[in-house]
C-alpha cells in the first residue's frame, strides 16, 4: 500500500484547555454544561452563515479562490517590479492598510527597510500611510523620491477622507515633478469595480483621468475583511510573498471552519468562547498577546476586526439597544510582562487572553557563556534566546492560570506565509460567527460613519 505523502505545510492549533473550570474555576471558566448548552445554537447559525456565504451575501469566505484576481495582481506586480521601484506607498486607513501591515510585519526581515536593495530581492520597501498626520506623511514625502516610488490608493467607495486627501497631495507632487503623463506609471487604484449595480467610486474617474491600473475590491467584502482581496494581496505580490502559500492556509482553514461542530471547527470553538466569557462570567475585553515580535501586527488588525464587528448599539433587527462587544487590548510578549501583565493577573478579572504562540522561529540564538563575574547566571549560560522565550511564555500561561485567568491558546508550528493566512482566516470567521451569537450586524460600522460625517461638515462639506 502506498504511503500519503505528508503535507509541505503543518496547520496551527486551538488549545481552550486554559479557559475551562476545570483550569480557573467555574466561576471563570467554561463547564461542561455551558458548552453543551451552546452546541445546538452554534449549529443552527452555521446553516444561517452556510446559506448567507451560498447566497454571496458576504464574499470574505471564498475570496481565495478568485484564481483570476490572484493572477491579475501577480501579473501586475510583476509589471510593477520590472520598473525598479525602491519604495511601495500604499495610500489607505483602517482594513485598507492593516492587512498589509499585519503581513509585512509577519513575514518580513524585520529591518527590510533598512536593507540594501539586494538583501531585499529587489523588492521595495514598504511604507503604509494609514493616518494623516502631517509631520509624517511629509517626512514620507522627503525619503521617498517619486521618480523611484509605486503609490497603491485603496478605498472602496474613494470618498474615504484621510485617504483622498493623501491622494490629492501625492497626484499633485507627481504632477509637478514628473509630469502628468508619468501618473500612470506611478500610481495604481484598488477600490470598488464598476457595473450599473455597483455604486460609482470617486477613484473611477482618477483611474479614467490618468488611464492607471485598477484593482476590485468585491461590494460583499468590507474593508476590515479584504486582506485576502487585491487591497492586500498587490502589496503582497510587490513584497515578493507567497501568495500560493496563503491560498494553500485559507483553504485548509476553511475547510475546518465549514464543519458545523464546535469542537471541530477553531474559529465557532474561538467564538464559542469569548461569547460566553462576555455574557457569562463577565470577561468584557479579549486581549491578543502574541510570543512573537512578527505576529504584534496580526493582534492590531485584530483589534480593528472585532471592535468594529461587534460593538454594536442595535441588534440584527436593528430596534432592540443591546450594547455588545468586547473591548479588544493589543499586547506583546514578552515585553508586556514587564508592563500589563501586573494588571492582567491582579486587576478587575474581566478580560480574556488568546496566547499566539510559535513553535518553531526561523532562527535561534544561544546566549554565549560569558560575565563570569556576574554571579547566578548559570541558568542563561550557552542557553538560547528561543527556549528562555519559551519559558516566559510557559510562566505567563501558568502565572495567568494561579490568578484564574481564562487564556486560548493558538499554537502555530512555525511563522509562515501558510500559517498566517489560516489565523487571519480563521479570525475572519470566528468574526462572522461571533456576530451571530451576539445577535448583531458583524459587517456594518454605523457609529464609525457619523465621526465621518461630523468630520466633513467641520471641513465645509455637505452643508
Known amino acids: 500500500m502506498q504511503k500519503k505523502a505528508k503535507s509541505v505545510y503543518e496547520d496551527l492549533r486551538v488549545d481552550i484547555s486554559r479557559a475551562k473550570s476545570a483550569a480557573v474555576g467555574a466561576a471563570d471558566g467554561l463547564t461542561p454544561g455551558e458548552f453543551h448548552e451552546i452546541e445546538p445554537r452554534v449549529a443552527r447559525l452555521h446553516a444561517t452563515l452556510t446559506k448567507e456565504r451560498k447566497d ?152 479614467d483621468a490618468y488611464d492607471l491600473v485598477s484593482f476590485d475590491i468585491p461590494l460583499n467584502v468590507g474593508g476590515r475583511f479584504s486582506v485576502f482581496s487585491p487591497v492586500g494581496m498587490f502589496p503582497a505580490a510587490m513584497l515578493g510573498m507567497d501568495l500560493d502559500a496563503m491560498v494553500a492556509g485559507c483553504a485548509a482553514m476553511d475547510k475546518q471552519c465549514s464543519r458545523a461542530s464546535l469542537t471541530d471547527n477553531p474559529a465557532y470553538l474561538r467564538a464559542a468562547v469569548q461569547y460566553l466569557m462576555d455574557v457569562r462570567k463577565g470577561k468584557v475585553m479579549s486581549v491578543m498577546m502574541p510570543y512573537a515580535d512578527g505576529l504584534r501586527d496580526v493582534a492590531d488588525w485584530y483589534r480593528q476586526l472585532w471592535a468594529e464587528s461587534l460593538g454594536k448599539k442595535f441588534d440584527l433587527e436593528g430596534k432592540k439597544e443591546v450594547f455588545t462587544g468586547q473591548t479588544p487590548i493589543k499586547a506583546l510578549g514578552v515585553t508586556d510582562q514587564h508592563s500589563q501583565v501586573q494588571l492582567y493577573r491582579e486587576g478587575p478579572n474581566n478580560k480574556l487572553f488568546t496566547i499566539l504562540e510559535v513553535k518553531r522561529f526561523s532562527a535561534s540564538l544561544r546566549i554565549p557563556d560569558v560575565l563570569p563575574q556576574v554571579k547566578g547566571l548559570d541558568y542563561l549560560r550557552n542557553a538560547t534566546m528561543n527556549k528562555l522565550m519559551a519559558a516566559e511564555l510557559r510562566g505567563t500561561l501558568d502565572a495567568l492560570k494561579m490568578s484564574h485567568r481564562p487564556v486560548i491558546r493558538v499554537i502555530l508550528p512555525a511563522l509562515n506565509a501558510y500559517t498566517v493566512a489560516q489565523v487571519l482566516y480563521m479570525l475572519e470567521v470566528e468574526t462572522a460567527m461571533a456576530g451571530c451569537l451576539y445577535h448583531v450586524d458583524a459587517f456594518n460600522q454605523p457609529g464609525v460613519e457619523e465621526g465621518k460625517i461630523i468630520a466633513r461638515k467641520l471641513m465645509g462639506g455637505d452643508r
Open 56 to 207: 454571496k451575501k458576504y464574499g470574505f469566505y471564498d475570496l481565495y479562490k478568485d484564481k483570476v484576481a490572484f493572477d491579475g495582481v501577480k501579473d501586475v506586480a510583476c509589471h510593477f517590479s520590472e520598473m525598479g521601484f525602491k519604495n511601495l506607498v500604499v495610500l489607505g486607513i483602517g482594513g485598507s492598510a492593516l492587512g498589509i501591515t499585519a503581513l509585512h510585519t509577519a513575514l518580513g526581515d524585520p529591518y527590510r527597510n533598512l536593507r540594501g536593495r539586494k538583501a531585499r530581492d529587489g523588492r521595495p520597501r514598504l511604507f503604509v500611510m494609514d493616518n494623516i498626520d502631517p509631520v509624517t506623511f511629509k517626512t514620507m514625502m522627503h525619503v521617498c523620491k517619486p521618480e523611484k516610488t509605486l503609490y497603491n490608493v485603496i478605498s472602496k467607495s474613494g470618498g474615504t477622507a484621510e485617504t483622498i486627501a493623501q491622494l490629492m497631495i501625492v497626484v499633485d507632487m507627481l504632477e509637478k515633478k514628473l509630469g502628468a503623463g508619468a501618473v500612470k506609471d506611478h500610481l495604481v487604484v484598488t477600490t470598488s469595480p464598476r457595473g450599473e449595480k455597483a455604486p460609482k467610486s470617486l477613484l473611477h474617474p482618477v483611474a
